[in-house]
């Protein structure tokens, strides 16, 4: 049933509050000034907005006094749960939200579901509706009826999940603010927690750049337990970091090399290098004299 509601009578839920954006009202507001409103807001029986927050704020942004509501009836005892679960569905339709963000909707969404249908796995799923309607009971697994309604992958799916539950929260704010890709935010969220926090601190309180600088302090340090990652060479014989970081730093020059040979480098600047390796070199072989005859 479609009716007309006056804008200040719908009770607005926090979860909608944090995810409004206003360039996206503006664009709304001056389309409904031109065409009208195409698609009425849903509300609950006692007027509670169910989706159809940026329609909502683009009608107030207009100085319109009322906006056309589509009711639905949810009169049971796990009305909260569903209300929730349709804000979800709404929010994950917005391409735009970060891979975080759509992971925690997509969790928090296999625990609702958990808990309306019980006894039932969370791989069988409500399926998603654009048009507005609330759960209708669909025997499809989980993870693919939400892929396929946000045109992406099942692995992506079960992805960002994996990253919305397993980072810790000083890890979560760092993935947003260093603008942490999505390979790297799965890697980090498969580590033990206590290993993602030696990363978070190396980054908010050792002065890393990124994460991957961060991961590789720490591994030369030796201070990292990665599970299923095998060691390096230097890290199984036990050496020492003076002796890890001269050979990280052997490895780096090695790969410098070839610098030499770029037609803008000078024949003076050459031939010094030359020299330099050269006594490298002798000293390295009494080195390795050394320790071969040990």
């Given at each position: 049933?479609?009716?007309?509601?006056?804008?200040?009578?719908?009770?607005?839920?926090?979860?909608?509050?944090?995810?409004?954006?206003s360039?996206?009202?503006?664009q709304?507001?001056?389309?409904?000034?031109?065409?009208g409103?195409?698609?009425?807001?849903r509300?609950?029986t006692?007027?509670?907005?169910?989706f159809?927050?940026h329609r909502?704020?683009?009608v107030?942004l207009n100085?319109?006094?009322?906006?056309?509501?589509?009711?639905?009836?949810i009169?049971?005892?796990?009305?909260?749960?569903?209300?929730?679960?349709?804000?979800?569905?709404?929010?994950?339709?917005?391409?735009?939200?970060?891979?975080?963000?759509?992971?925690?909707?997509?969790?928090?969404?296999?625990?609702?579901?958990?808990?309306?249908?019980?006894?039932?796995?969370?791989?069988?799923?409500g399926?998603?509706?654009?048009s507005?309607?609330?759960?209708?009971?669909?025997?499809?697994?989980?993870?693919?009826?939400?892929?396929s309604r946000?045109?992406?992958?099942?692995?992506?799916?079960?992805?960002?999940?994996?990253?919305?539950?397993?980072?810790?929260?000083?890890?979560?704010?760092?993935v947003v603010?260093?603008?942490?890709?999505k390979?790297?935010?799965?890697?980090?969220?498969?580590m033990?927690?206590?290993?993602?926090?030696?990363?978070?601190d190396?980054?908010?309180?050792?002065?890393a750049?990124?994460?991957?600088?961060?991961?590789?302090?720490?591994?030369?340090?030796?201070?990292?337990d990665?599970?299923?990652?095998?060691?390096?060479?230097?890290?199984?014989?036990g050496?020492?970091?003076?002796?890890?970081d001269?050979l990280?730093?052997?490895?780096?020059?090695?790969?410098?090399?070839?610098?030499?040979?770029?037609?803008?480098?000078?024949a003076?600047?050459?031939?010094?290098?030359?020299?330099?390796l050269?006594?490298?070199?002798?000293?390295?072989?009494?080195?390795?004299?050394?320790?071969?005859?040990?």
């Amino acid at each position: 049933m479609i009716v007309k509601i006056p804008v200040g009578e719908i009770t607005i839920g926090e979860r909608f509050r944090k995810n409004i954006d206003s360039a996206k009202v503006e664009q709304l507001a001056e389309s409904i000034r031109e065409i009208g409103l195409q698609q009425p807001v849903r509300i609950t029986t006692d007027k509670r907005l169910v989706f159809g927050m940026h329609r909502l704020e683009a009608v107030k942004l207009n100085g319109d006094t009322e906006i056309e509501c589509n009711i639905c009836s949810i009169d049971d005892e796990k009305e909260p749960l569903k209300i929730e679960l349709a804000e979800i569905d709404e929010n994950l339709m917005r391409n735009e939200l970060h891979y975080l963000d759509r992971g925690l909707h997509l969790a928090r969404r296999k625990e609702i579901y958990e808990q309306l249908y019980p006894g039932r796995t969370a791989e069988n799923s409500g399926s998603l509706k654009a048009s507005g309607e609330i759960i209708s009971y669909q025997p499809k697994p989980f993870t693919e009826d939400v892929a396929s309604r946000l045109n992406v992958s099942q692995r992506t799916v079960q992805g960002e999940i994996q990253i919305a539950k397993n980072l810790i929260p000083q890890m979560q704010q760092i993935v947003v603010e260093k603008d942490v890709g999505k390979v790297d935010a799965l890697k980090l969220a498969r580590m033990p927690p206590e290993e993602q926090k030696k990363i978070a601190d190396r980054i908010s309180i050792g002065g890393a750049g990124t994460v991957r600088t961060a991961i590789a302090e720490l591994k030369r340090e030796g201070t990292l337990d990665i599970p299923g990652e095998k060691p390096s060479r230097e890290a199984e014989l036990g050496m020492g970091e003076d002796l890890r970081d001269f050979l990280q730093t052997a490895r780096v020059l090695s790969r410098q090399l070839p610098m030499l040979f770029e037609s803008d480098v000078a024949a003076a600047q050459r031939e010094y290098v030359c020299e330099c390796l050269e006594k490298l070199y002798a000293e390295l072989k009494e080195v390795m004299s050394k320790i071969h005859s040990q």
